[in-house]
């Protein structure tokens, strides 16, 4: 390409640099896919940025699927290309963004870690009744009784769980309430929390869940907790906070088969986002349909009949 064109490139690095204040990482990164597009550039002729037209941004997408980029990896350039080529539009360099109306594969999407419900139950059988085991005890137990996010756990506050009802209300993303039956183990638990709360917080902390200092219980220590937990359980996999809630919609899913219940309890907006949780339990729906099923019981009653008569 032209000296002209590698200057307003290098003028756009620099205006991440300075203006947007980007990490070094990222300005690596956008260098290094534009630098990419620049050379795609010369081999299809293309002298300056405004040269470039949708066309030609199709089938340079189409030549990174072929080169065998992952879907992430081509999102994450065309990113950095609209980027660029509004920043081309704000300096009267160019007139048209010829990668605003192109999209990238969508990424594979992957199915959530879960554990099976002997493994959950080898993480709760905490033993020791010193003060944290006891309140780490309540955690685990919430998050796998109520499917609660990391983020909805740390900011409950002891006003928002009814024992007594067996629920709480939690605030979940976009700010949005609701309530969730909290189970009888967790609600023992929870019970055996607070009746010790009192000697680790703040006369004045309303969290629910506090730490040594008597402040609220921060995210990562929660995270840190349930991964040294796991470890000490004798569990081989990495084990994180989201994964109990994973477990507990899979779980719940297995025995109920009511997706939109699923739903509710997880405060899903849409159902499609609840609907992953149907690929897991495939393989176990059909064994229970091949146990349950009218003509799979008749098929192996009359096979076994079949075996006395022979």
């Known amino acids: 390409m032209l000296a002209a064109a590698q200057h307003q490139l290098d003028g756009f690095i620099d205006y991440l640099r300075y203006e947007r204040r980007q990490s070094p990482r990222t300005l690596t990164a956008y260098q290094h896919d534009l630098t990419r597009l620049s050379r795609y550039c010369e081999t299809q002729d293309i002298a300056s940025w405004s040269e470039m037209d949708n066309l030609h941004g199709r089938k340079w997408l189409g030549s990174l699927h072929q080169y065998g980029l992952s879907s992430a990896s081509i999102q994450r350039i065309l990113s950095a290309s609209r980027s660029f080529y509004r920043w081309l539009i704000r300096e009267a360099y160019v007139s048209v963004n010829p990668f605003d109306l192109l999209k990238a594969p969508r990424r594979p999407r992957r199915l959530p870690n879960t554990l099976d419900i ?21 955690i685990l137990e919430l998050f796998y009784s109520s499917g609660l996010r990391l983020s909805e756990l740390v900011s409950l506050d002891i006003s928002e769980v009814d024992l007594s009802a067996a629920e709480a209300r939690v605030t979940g993303k976009g700010n949005k309430t609701r309530i969730v039956p909290v189970g009888r183990y967790a609600c023992e638990a929870i019970k055996d929390w607070l009746s010790i ?25 929660v995270e840190k907790r349930i991964k040294d937990w796991a470890i000490r359980q004798g569990l081989s996999r990495n084990v994180h906070p989201h994964m109990l809630r994973h477990s507990f919609a899979s779980h ?7 997706l939109r219940a699923v ?22 729906l059909a064994k229970v349909f091949d146990k349950a099923h009218p003509r799979a019981k008749r098929n192996q009653v009359e096979g076994e009949s079949g075996k006395g008569k022979g």
């Open 252 to 258: 719940i899913l297995e025995s109920s088969g009511d």
């Open 263 to 284: 739903q509710e309890l997880l405060g899903h907006q849409n159902i499609a986002t609840t609907q992953i949780y149907t690929h897991l339990n495939f393989q176990h």
């Open 118 to 138: 002997d493994t959950v139950q080898q993480l709760l059988a905490l033993k020791g009744d010193d003060p944290l085991t006891i309140r780490d005890r309540a």
């Open 197 to 221: 709360r009192q000697t680790m917080a703040n006369e004045t902390e309303s969290a629910m869940f506090v730490s040594k200092r008597g402040g609220r219980l921060a995210a990562r220590s």
